[in-house]
């Protein structure tokens, strides 16, 4: 804990993680809001035993120990781009890019289907809706249940608000990047890029402390905009 100078894998030496995932091909991961020690990460392998086929680990202790928690029943095997959102100590939503989302009350004990797709780190606006993009449309919920479509939004790879717009971006898109206000997000306009042919934006995120859009994309490097 000295930012950044000395690093330790949190992975090696685990029963836990060794008995249920023989490769840990590390995929994903997330904090709990709630409590900074509870982590959840996702597995980009089939998972062992009676953990089979999909499996999620989950550290209380900031990864001094793990246990291994069975994923969704739904799921034949592991899902590309699938991570976790812990919402607190037993909420966690799983969601994937093609394979459907899931959510669970009980820590992983039981798992529904949420009806909807998408990977994306998600976006809450100031009215209290969660957006997520995904490959066949955004969705925004109030309450992490209950989804419906966000009416006249593009799908999404990525997306990103400073508070007064949201932003997204998606390959397919032509425009490739797109920009709403929030007080109507039924309207999607076309958001210039720094290059006329960008490869794919991979990551995007808002540093609120600077007032800064951050853009990562492949090939193209790392863009930043200030946004007020």
């Not at 989950?58 to 919402?87: H, Y």
């Not at 899931?102 to 797709?117: A, F, Q």
């Amino acid at each position: 804990m000295n930012g950044g100078v000395d690093w330790f894998s949190t992975f090696a030496n685990q029963p836990a993680i060794a008995y249920a995932a023989p490769n840990p091909f590390f995929q994903g991961l997330s904090i709990d809001p709630t409590d900074h020690l509870h982590i959840v990460a996702s597995i980009h392998d089939n998972c062992a035993h009676e953990f089979a086929p999909i499996c999620l680990m989950e550290t209380f202790n900031g990864g001094t120990t793990w246990n291994a928690i069975k994923g969704p029943p739904q799921l034949q095997g592991w899902a590309e781009r699938a991570s976790p959102i812990v919402l607190n100590a037993k909420e966690l939503v799983f969601r994937t890019w093609l394979d459907g989302m899931y959510y669970t009350n009980d820590g992983g004990k039981n798992w529904s289907s949420l009806g909807i797709d998408g990977y994306s780190v998600p976006y809450t606006a100031k009215d209290g809706y969660t957006y997520l993009p995904g490959i066949r449309g955004m969705n925004r919920t109030k309450n992490w249940r209950d989804w419906t479509p966000a009416h006249g939004a593009p799908s999404g790879d990525v997306i990103a608000g400073d508070g007064v717009r949201i932003f997204t971006a998606w390959d397919d898109n032509n425009p490739k990047m797109q920009v709403t206000f929030e007080n109507n997000t039924s309207a999607w306009t076309a958001f210039p890029l720094p290059t006329n042919n960008p490869k794919r934006i991979a990551s995007m995120t808002y540093d609120a402390g600077h007032s800064l859009l951050l853009v990562g994309a492949t090939g193209d490097g790392l863009w930043r905009m200030v946004t007020k």
